[in-house]
């Protein structure tokens, strides 16, 4: 069973401001391409602490760090959505069309 405290994630800005880099500095370095090429990665519909939520948002694609789920939302931590270089967090649903999977390590 997943534990019940997800582990914390406290990533910092990258120097490029990128959501690619930031989650690549978070464990998935020696994965690459641009957020929309990431769909040759997933390997899960469900989402795991630490793992990536591989998003249909923006021009070329979205990444975010899944650091809390529940039944019905996924709370990420990611960078450049609210702007290039910010980390953020948001929550987002379950059932939002624009998840297009995860990358597990």
Known sequence: SP???SPKIAPQPTLDGFCVSLVQQNGYGHLRGNADEWV???NSKEPLYGSVVVLDEGKL???AL???F???TIKVIE???EGRGIVSRRTIKRDYPR???FVSR
């Open 61 to 63: 694609g979205h990444l």
């Open 40 to 42: 040759k990665y997933i």
């Open 3 to 5: 534990p019940s405290i």
């Open 66 to 68: 899944v650091e809390d």
């Open 99 to 101: 998840i297009l999977g």
């Open 70 to 72: 529940d039944r019905n």
């Open 79 to 81: 960078q450049n959505y």
